[in-house]
């Protein structure tokens, strides 16, 4: 769908045969499913000499609203499945995180204890010294 007007764009001419035959095709194994969406492009077969080819995906370039629309999961109750599973894997990820972070937190040595008097003094009081 071109943003301008509306209209859906053209499917891409073969580029064997030059025809504009050419429906999308599905998509097969982790580069059509993954990177070609991402990089939205898609696959074509021409239906006049077969000849199947990559190109810029026709229609809207940002349909995908959600992750599970992303990787092409249609169905509503599947969506929702992969949603609550992307959602505990996140939220487990961030409790193992803190979990990490409050470990090194209470793993760290303590200094020692500084004497009652302060930083750098001793215990003999300051008028007490004997100057030799």
């Known amino acids: ?3 301008s007007d509306g209209t859906v764009a ?4 073969c580029p064997k045969c030059g025809t ?3 429906p ?4 097969h194994g982790l580069r059509e499913t993954v990177l070609l969406r991402w990089l939205n492009r898609a696959p074509y077969r021409c239906r006049k000499c077969g000849e199947r080819f990559i190109a810029h995906a026709s229609g809207h370039p940002h349909r995908h609203k959600t992750l599970a629309g992303y990787f092409g999961i249609r169905d509503p109750k599947l969506q929702h499945r992969f949603h609550q599973r992307v959602v505990g894997c996140a939220g487990a990820l961030v ?4 979990g990490l972070i409050l ?3 209470c793993s760290r040595p303590t200094p020692p204890p500084e004497p009652q008097g302060g930083p750098g003094s001793s215990l003999v009081p300051a008028g007490d010294q004997a100057y030799g």
């Open 1 to 3: 769908m071109d943003a």
């Open 10 to 13: 053209p499917a891409p001419a």
């Open 20 to 22: 504009e035959k050419a």
């Open 24 to 27: 999308r095709s599905l998509r």
């Open 95 to 98: 409790a193992l995180f803190l």
């Open 103 to 105: 470990m090194g937190f």
